[in-house]
């Protein structure tokens, strides 16, 4: 009975469209999914409204409430015009910018969400053409912007677009933001509800000027000129994965020095189609295929990749044989914040009132390198807007040095105010020359890390669990981890739980309960264990995945020690996959 109903309802909201004033092509898609004898794609298109997550809309392009089209996309751009139409109320001129990545309708979305501002009197500064995410971020404070927008679905597979909303400090919108967004967005009833006609006089163009001081900006937190002077020839490759990267990245690596960057030909070509990879997400080591195989060709040092927003950086390091290796998003967060610690330290730049952040999924080894150097270290959600908001909270009381996520972001400078690939880039290209300069290889400086710090080893397990079932079998895995918490992992005891959904934690030694300090509740069940071991388990709010990550720790008194270590971490983290079926 129950499927019954659905499929009532889902009928009668794609008959809405039929009869409503939507495109013709559209409604003929939408007939194709009623008159399909297999009723699946019906309702995942219809059985709800695209909601706003920790990273805005993102969803399957195509006809339907469900999907990126030019009318979900117009709700929300209606609805976020109606919101800042009265949260700024008293200024003459509310102004907004948009910038869109390389897929498939990003251009024609950015379009339309222009028309839609400015048919509601607000001001548009439109990029003149693909631009990364952490450019949009920038531009919204450089002129003074009230909002912003990103068409993006960043790292998705090819079907999958997105929209990113932005505040005035440049962040993703957070609450009551958000909420109250959303709420806008439901008080329209129809498409008709939804300014289409725009006013072309109120679009303004940018591009070049706006690049230019962006780079100026990344100029700026260069800390070791002389070490890029000595070795700015180093042989870099970087490939944008046909995404906005390529606008700014190699840009941005000539201009604070570096002379030697070698492109990926077939993956400059900037297409929504992803051509020459499986996935454009440089989390994926398959994505990296290409330019490692163009560095092992030239014999490079390094190997950098972005996503299609530019927003996210993957690397490939040698080892001591010589060989590419992969560096995860962990490691590329121990390098930075090490780097930039100790050469604050190194230029005595540091004051005692500096701050880093990372995600509670992140790595803990980070911890250990702050407290070493008595700089502050915050925690905080998944997605940037969480970092960005410590950022704000703390803005003329500390200084912000770096803050990250396991999940490939990083952010070195508060100027942007989104995890952002341009800097970080330019940064780990900085970190490779300042170690070839002291006689080491980024390879032998991450073991070095490892030897004063403690050796550490992630995992993260992503499970796919698409549609309305994948989002009812996800939300039944977290409900049985609560009523059923575990007590052991990988053979040792739990000593900690953190509940970030109740805001609790649990001493399970002492028996203790005691409040986390959040600024909201999330979905979140993390275990600790008294030896190091972390396990964290969320659902994602951008993808149909169930999320879980894994960090074992290890000591290792030598370079030849940390094989060994290694694989102990292993051994231990599949024992904890088995335990958990995954």
Known sequence: MEEETLLAFVTDR??????????????????????????????????????????????????????MNIYTVGSATQGLSNYLLKEFAELDQIKVVIGHDCRNNSRRFAEISADIFTANGIKVYLFESLRPTPEVSYAIRKLGCQSGIMITASHNPKEYNGYKAYWNDGAQVLGPHDKNIIA????????????????????????KDMDKAFIEEIRKLVLSPEAIQRQGD????????????????????????????????????????????VSPNPEEPAALDLAIKRAIETDAELVMATDPDGDRIGTAIRDNEGNFILVNGNQTM????????????????????????????????????????????????????????????????????????????????????????????????????????????????????????????????????????????????MKNFRANPKTTLGGSSITLIKDFAK????????????????????????????????????????????????????????REDLPKVEEAALKKINAIREELGI
């Open 503 to 558: 805001l609790e934690a649990i001493d399970t030694v002492h028996n203790e309960h005691f409040a986390l300090e959040m600024p909201t509740t999330s979905n979140v069940i993390q275990y600790f264990t008294e030896e190091g071991t972390k396990l964290s388990i969320r659902p994602s709010g951008t993808e149909p995945k169930i999320k879980f990550y894994i960090e074992v720790r290890g000591v290792a008194k030598t």
């Open 184 to 207: 806008e967005v439901n008080r329209i009833a129809s498409i008709d509800d939804i300014r289409f006609n725009g006013n072309k006089e109120l679009i303004e163009i940018i591009g």
């Open 234 to 277: 180093i042989k870099i490759v970087y490939t944008p994965l046909h995404g906005a990267g390529i606008t700014m990245v190699p840009a941005a690596l000539r201009a604070i020095g570096f002379t030697n960057i070698i492109n990926v030909p077939e993956q400059d070509v900037t297409s929504g189609d992803f051509p020459t990879v």
């Open 14 to 67: 794609a008959q809405s469209w039929i009869n409503g004033n939507y495109d013709e092509a559209t409604k003929a898609e939408v007939q194709q999914m009623l008159d399909s004898e297999d009723k699946s794609k019906l309702i995942d298109a219809f059985y709800k409204d695209l909601e706003f997550g920790t990273g805005g809309l993102r969803g399957i392009m195509g006809a339907g409430s469900n999907r």
């Open 334 to 477: 121990l390098i930075y914040l090490y780097y930039i610690m100790n050469r604050r330290k190194e230029l005595g730049l540091l004051t005692g009132k500096e701050f880093a952040v990372k995600t509670i999924v992140t790595t803990e080894l980070v911890r250990d390198i702050a407290n070493k150097k008595g700089i502050e270290l915050f925690d905080c959600y998944t997605g940037f807007k969480w970092i960005a908001e410590i950022i704000r909270k703390n803005e003329g009381t500390k200084q912000y040095i770096g803050g990250g996520e396991e999940s490939y972001g990083f952010l070195a400078g508060d100027f942007v105010r989104d995890k952002d690939s341009v800097s970080a880039c330019t940064l780990f290209a900085e970190i490779a020359a300042w170690a070839k300069d002291n006689g080491k290889t980024m390879y032998q400086l991450l073991e070095d890390i490892y030897l004063e710090y403690g050796y550490s080893k992630e995992v993260g397990i992503s499970l796919v669990r698409k549609g309305k079932e994948g989002a009812d079998e996800i939300e039944s895995m």
